[in-house]
């Protein structure tokens, strides 16, 4: 089985305490086939990854997770930040400029939901349906699933980990061996994958905020 989790954060987002050093060999032993590192606002942890922590059975998509006064958008499949903050718009044309997808994080999150989402949806090249730390995570999967079908949109799913316990707990899969990024993302783009969605245990959360004081 291929398991591909799209949505991770290290010590390089503000919020997290996975150590960049420990990512790769805890993706394998849970059983990961390729991960996205999506840091907040930067680009720089997937960056030191790729440079320092690159493995041959591992796929490591780059990725930043944006904060956009709609919600969070994710970059995937790109190797630098723009210039300057952009909207939402130029934020698409910038990641497309650039060869990755853009994604809708966590679109129906209680707190982090996406503004607009059945008109911004228009505008993307996927929604991240299935995230670990959603609090409502099969209930908005529905929503969101259904949202990409009658908009005919790719979707995308991960753990939103920020501790190592936490990855691999909601992943996207199928029964083929995939190769590389370009596989990945015609996967994600044509629906191809299945989805176990998974919740991140309470235990995990609290250890996200304890080791931070």
Not at 74 to 101: D, Q, T, V
Request: glycine letters at 6%; a neutral charge; proline letters at 3%.
């Amino acid at each position: 089985m291929f398991k591909a989790d799209l949505h991770i954060h290290t010590i390089y987002s503000l919020d997290s305490v996975i150590e960049p050093s420990l990512l790769i060999k805890a993706s394998k032993k849970v059983g990961l086939k390729a991960i996205a590192i999506t840091e907040h606002d930067t680009i720089e942890g997937a960056i030191k990854i790729l440079r320092d922590y690159r493995d041959p059975d591992l796929i490591i998509i780059p990725g930043v997770e944006f904060t956009l006064w709609e919600g969070h958008l994710i970059g995937l499949n790109i190797m630098k930040m723009p210039p300057k903050r952009l909207g939402l718009s130029e934020l698409i044309e910038f990641i497309h400029g650039e060869g990755g997808i853009a994604v809708i994080a966590h679109p129906f999150d209680i707190i982090r939901g996406f503004k607009k989402i059945e008109e911004n949806i228009r505008h993307v090249d996927a929604v991240e349906v299935a995230n670990a730390s959603d609090l409502r995570l099969k209930k908005n999967m529905e929503k969101a699933m259904k949202l990409c079908e009658e908009n005919d949109r790719g979707y995308t799913a991960g753990s939103d980990a920020h501790v190592i316990e936490a990855l691999g707990q909601t992943y996207l899969y199928c029964d083929e061996e995939l190769e590389n990024i370009d596989d990945i993302i015609e996967y994600v783009l044509k629906r191809r994958f299945k989805i176990h969605a998974g919740k991140t245990p309470l235990h995990s959360r609290l250890k996200k905020y304890l080791k931070r004081f």
